[in-house]
Every structure is written in C-alpha cells, then in structure tokens.
C-alpha cells in the first residue's frame, strides 16, 4: 500500500472535516432568513387574513388547507437539502435529531415572525382573540403552548449536547434564535404606529 497515498487522503478528511464543522455553524442563520423571508412572502400573499381564509383553497386535514400542505412540503424540502448538519453528519440517528430540532426552530420562528412582519398586526395581536385560527390551540404566558414545547425540546438537547458531546453549538444556535425573535418582538412592540392595516390597490402593478 502506497503510505503517501494514506496520508494524502487522511489530510482531504482532516480538511472535510474542518469545512464541514465550519459550515454547520452557519445553519441557524440559514433557517432565521428563510424564515423570515418565508413569513413575509406569506404576509404578502394572505393580507390580514391568516390561515389563508381568503386564498383559492380548501381544507385538507386536522385543520390544515391544501395550501398549507402544499407550502410545507417545499419548507421541510428545503430544510433537508440546506441544513449542513443533516447533509453532513454521518450518524442516521443525529441527522434525524438535528432536522427536527431546526425544522420545529423554522416553524417557531416564521409564525412570529408573521405577525411582526404584517401591517395589520403587530406582536400586540398576537393573542387569543386576535388570531382565531390558533385560538383553539393551548395558550401559556402569551404564546400557544406548541412553541413552549420547542423551546423545552431545544433545551433539553443543548444540555445533552453540552454533557456528554462537550459541544455547544445547540446551545449557542438556540441563543441566537431566541435574541433574534426577541429584538423583533421589542421593535414591533416599540412601534405601533406602523401597523396601519393598509388598502392595498395592485391595479398600478401590471401593464394596461
């Protein structure tokens, strides 16, 4: 067997390796931008009315409409190809682990971000009253109790992680989530003034 052969190929996985540790640190700020530009294209497209009340579709299942169906399947697509940390992590077991965590983080972040983002709310109507499409949900300490139990999950993992894999990359990916949802929340809550629900005319957007 050719030695120079070995370590040539030992030091392209040392570099692999590297690059790919590299590239699983970037995945929350992947899922917080996709996110974010997910949940504006949805402002843009339902207006005032979530849970696409207005949109051409109909009911699919558990309360979900085709549209949703249709839009998550690109979401959780998505996710599977962009996250580096399933792409790249060797182990079946964390690969399943990591996308769950990430996605549950996407849904999380892109529901809020929703309400941030769209003129006719504002974090102030993100209640129960407000928004009759998630009222029959469980509500606690101003959220419904789905996000809770991401958060709850996310902890969990990062204290694992941080036990026994000596690793606080969930940890530090969870911070930045929370950081970048809660400056969000304050801007929206500092200005409320902004949300006007606007008449919106698209006549002007197309050639005559």
Known sequence: MDHNMCYENAGISAIVMVNTTKGRSTDMFFVIIFATLWAWLEVEIEGKYGWAQNLPTSCAFMGWTWYHVCMNIIVLGI????LRCVQFEPDEWKRVVFFMLYSFAWFVVEDVLWFVINPSYG????????????????WFAGTFVYNWIVFFVWTVAASIQVRYMQSSLIFRDMCVAVIYVLVLVLASLACPGDYTSPVVSNTGCYIK
Do not use: M, N, Q
């Open 79 to 82: 996710l599977h190809r962009g």
């Open 123 to 138: 974090i102030s109507k993100y209640t129960v009253s407000d928004i009759p499409w998630h009222a029959a949900k469980p």
